[in-house]
Structure formats: structure tokens, C-alpha cells
């Protein structure tokens, strides 16, 4: 099915089909390794008001290894999918589809506010987005989903496998030293590896990576009108 007629398919689903479909799409999956270091890597995330329909998407492209901003596309879009956790993806991707459409420089890798395969049926956004677009994808989040995990060191850098059972699902990073950790997964057609060294490039002085401090920083812009939607190079 084509991506336009896609966007309107998932605004019509129920929670079942929903379901169903990350089942089929979770077959589909790939964990390769990337084939060259990214030299351009992006965030994504959404802003929204709670109670409202209104979903505002921004994609930020920076440079490495300065993380100077390159490119970002921000978009409005209504969601009609209600918010239920573990499907979070179906309100949100029908508008990052759009500012994906729209972004002209597209990065090496994008890194998505949320989770990849650190997901109950291995399908949190970054590998739901990913598969969608057939690009490499990265989970991060704040806050653990499923899986558990030994004892994390405290210095930056330092980091343990998420796990559910035996299964790797996802790392969990000391993105900053004495400060609580981030919980990093692979999306799609990148490797555990990758998707560490991504992030670890991607950091500076603070607990989240760049591209998901600047993604948030235009997507709230958008949302309180202080930014307009569209496409924008620097």
C-alpha cells in the first residue's frame, strides 16, 4: 500500500487490527549493520496539547561530529487514533510521514523520542517508522517500557543490555554521569552497536541526544505558534 493511502489507513484502524499489524510487521525487522559511519543524523518528536487531536511533528537533520543543524520539517496534522500505550505509534506516524516527506536532506540515521525493539511485541515507533520508510531508525527514551536489566555503572558511556527473558531488546545508557539513564533500542537496519555509537556521538552536556533536544525544542515551537510548518536548510 502506498504511504499517502497508508496515512489515512491508520487513522481508521481499531486497537485490534492495530495489533495485528505489528505482528505482520514485526517479521520484517532488520537489526543489519549500518555499511559506513552517518555522517548526518536527525531526531524526531511530537508535540501536542493533552485533549487535543492536533499532533505536531518536527524533524531536526544535524551534522557530525559538530551537531550543527542542517535541515528541520515541521508539520500539523490531525491523529483520530486514541492513545493507548504500546500503540502510541499509530497516533504519531501519519504526521512524521509527512514531515519525513517534506525533509529534502535526509540524515544517515534518525533517532525518535521513544522506543525501538525495548517494545512487549518489539514494535515501538522508531521500528514502526522505520519499517514504513525503509530507513535506518533509533529508539530513545526516557522511560523503560518492558525487560529488565543488572546494575548500571554511573560514569557517561556506561551501559547494560535490556532484556526480556534471554532476548536483547535494548541498552540502557549513563548518557551523563550520576544522572538517570536512557533507554536505547535499534529501530530498523541498524545493529545494537550502531545504535550505540549513534547516540554516544549524538550526546553533548546533556541527558538526552542533541537530535531529540532540538526535535522537541521545534516541535513545542510549532505547537505554541512560535514556528510556522515546513521546510527549512541553514
Not at 83 to 99: D, N, Q, S, W
Request: glycine share 8%; hydrophobic share 35%.
Amino acid at each position: 500500500m502506498p504511504l499517502t493511502n497508508r496515512l489515512e489507513y491508520y487513522k481508521t484502524l481499531a486497537a485490534s487490527e492495530a495489533k495485528e499489524l505489528q505482528q505482520e510487521l514485526k517479521e520484517k525487522i532488520s537489526l543489519q549493520g549500518l555499511v559506513t559511519a552517518p555522517q548526518f543524523v536527525a531526531g524526531a518528536d511530537i508535540s501536542f496539547d493533552r485533549g487535543s487531536e492536533l499532533m505536531h511533528a518536527a524533524i531536526v537533520v544535524l551534522q557530525l561530529p559538530a551537531l550543527s543543524p542542517v535541515a528541520r520539517s515541521l508539520v500539523t496534522d490531525e491523529t483520530t487514533f486514541p492513545y493507548i500505550p504500546g500503540l502510541l505509534a499509530f497516533r504519531e506516524i501519519p504526521v512524521l510521514i509527512k514531515a519525513w516527506g517534506q525533509l529534502q536532506q535526509k540524515p544517515d540515521v534518525l533517532i525518535l523520542d521513544g522506543h525501538g525493539t525495548a517494545h512487549p511485541r518489539r514494535m515501538g515507533i522508531a521500528t514502526h517508522f522505520g519499517i514504513e520508510v525503509d530507513w535506518p531508525t533509533i529508539g530513545c527514551a526516557k522511560n523503560i517500557l518492558t525487560g529488565s536489566h543488572d546494575k548500571l555503572g554511573l560514569e557517561k558511556g556506561e551501559y547494560v543490555d535490556l532484556k526480556e527473558g534471554e532476548e536483547r531488546i535494548g541498552m540502557v545508557l549513563r548518557s551523563r554521569t550520576n544522572v538517570n539513564p536512557i533507554y536505547i533500542s535499534p529501530g530498523h537496519k541498524v545493529s545494537f552497536d550502531d545504535t550505540y555509537d549513534t547516540v554516544m556521538k549524538s550526546l553533548n552536556k546533556y541527558k538526552l541526544p542533541e537530535t531529540t533536544r532540538q526535535a522537541h525544542r521545534w516541535a513545542n515551537k510549532l505547537r505554541k505558534g512560535e514556528a510556522e510548518p515546513g521546510y527549512v536548510e541553514y
